[in-house]
């Protein structure tokens, strides 16, 4: 089971000239470390499993996504397993919102705590998914 921290605030609306106070309540996960505690040595061992380097690559090129739309073919169960180490390292930060959990890359943290780390890795994964050219030039 994963522990939640409830969060709540007020939003004052102005709903057919009656003032109502709505209360909505944000679920933070809890194992998240906050930014002085994050450890090089555990965000470089979250991004060294290449299904955790595709998570990073999609929340870099999209603000949050939720859980299930990776599209990565895996259980269930270890796509979670996954999300959990990212999370527990700093990589990524999960808020619940309705049924879904909400997936962001904590950039803005990592890049104060360790500036151009998470740009490295990065720019590492978008030249991989190049094709490589040969240097060598074919003999006739």
Not at 8 to 18: H, I, K, Q, S, Y
Not at 27 to 35: A, C, D, G, M, T
Not at 118 to 130: E, F, M
């Amino acid at each position: 089971m994963i522990p939640f921290v409830f969060v709540a605030f007020a939003d004052w609306t102005d709903r057919r000239r009656n003032q109502s106070a709505w209360l909505h309540v944000m679920v933070v996960l809890q194992n998240e470390p906050k930014k002085a505690d994050l450890r090089l040595t555990a965000i470089l061992y979250a991004l060294s499993d290449e299904t955790r380097l595709q998570i990073v690559h999609s929340l870099a090129e999209k603000e949050e996504i939720p859980c299930g739309y990776f599209g990565i073919d895996m259980p269930k169960s270890s796509l979670s397993h996954h999300f959990r180490v990212l999370r527990a390292a700093g990589v990524i930060t999960t808020r619940k919102e309705g049924t879904a959990l909400m997936n962001r890359l904590r950039r803005a943290d990592l890049e104060e705590r360790f500036p151009g780390v998470l740009d490295s890795i990065l720019a590492s994964i978008k030249q991989k998914r190049k094709p490589r050219v040969s240097g060598r030039m074919s003999r006739r």
